[in-house]
């Protein structure tokens, strides 16, 4: 989707979307043609129209499969899930914190201030959080890999005992590792 597109809730763009079940709950996965552009738990067909307003949404009948299953694999296997396209688009800090967010290995964690240090911008760990909360694919741009910096989960959209799940799934637990 281009960044016009994207501003303009999706105008011109098609997307397909599915609620899969998920060990974590209703999985919403929607795609473009170019890849996933909205990855939640807990929406449907009216949340996604809400954020694409201008866009043509389309119940999928199998042209995503590939994507949903490897979105469910993120969930299930995360050290063994395939990398998968995504389509987002963000202002650049938003987009400097997500490229940030996927570079975390699986069953690693860092702290929103690791993550505003390694952006280039050290005193930004608010924004980062704000970042972090706005990011449209969870799971697979991992915010829930993100945790305060006395060790504490801090917030997560999908809720923190999804987050929680999350980094037990990965082998990370609670407890922060602060390598960058």
């Not at 303009?8 to 899969?20: H, L, Q």
């Not at 987002?88 to 505003?116: K, M």
């Not at 970042?131 to 923190?160: K, M």
């Amino acid at each position: 989707m281009t960044p016009s597109a994207w501003r303009d809730g999706g105008r011109g763009e098609t997307i397909r979307y599915t609620v899969a079940d998920s060990p974590l709950g209703p999985l919403l996965v929607a795609a473009t043609a170019k890849g996933i552009c909205r990855l939640t738990f807990d929406e449907d067909e009216g949340a996604l129209k809400r954020r694409f307003p201008n866009a043509i949404i389309l119940a999928d009948e199998g042209a995503i499969a590939d994507l949903v299953e490897g979105a469910l694999a993120a969930i299930n296997t995360p050290h063994s899930a395939p990398e998968l396209p995504i389509d987002v688009r963000g202002t650049a800090f938003q987009e400097a914190v997500w490229r940030e967010l996927r570079r975390i290995p699986c069953g690693e964690t860092r702290s929103y201030a690791a993550i505003a240090a390694a952006v280039g911008q050290p005193a930004a760990v608010r924004a980062v959080g704000t970042a972090n909360g706005s990011n449209p694919v969870a799971v697979l741009v991992p915010c829930h890999r993100v945790i305060r910096s006395d060790g504490s989960l801090g917030g997560y959209a999908g809720g923190l005992d999804r987050k929680r799940k999350l980094l037990d799934a990965e082998g990370a637990g609670v407890q922060p590792t602060f390598g960058i």
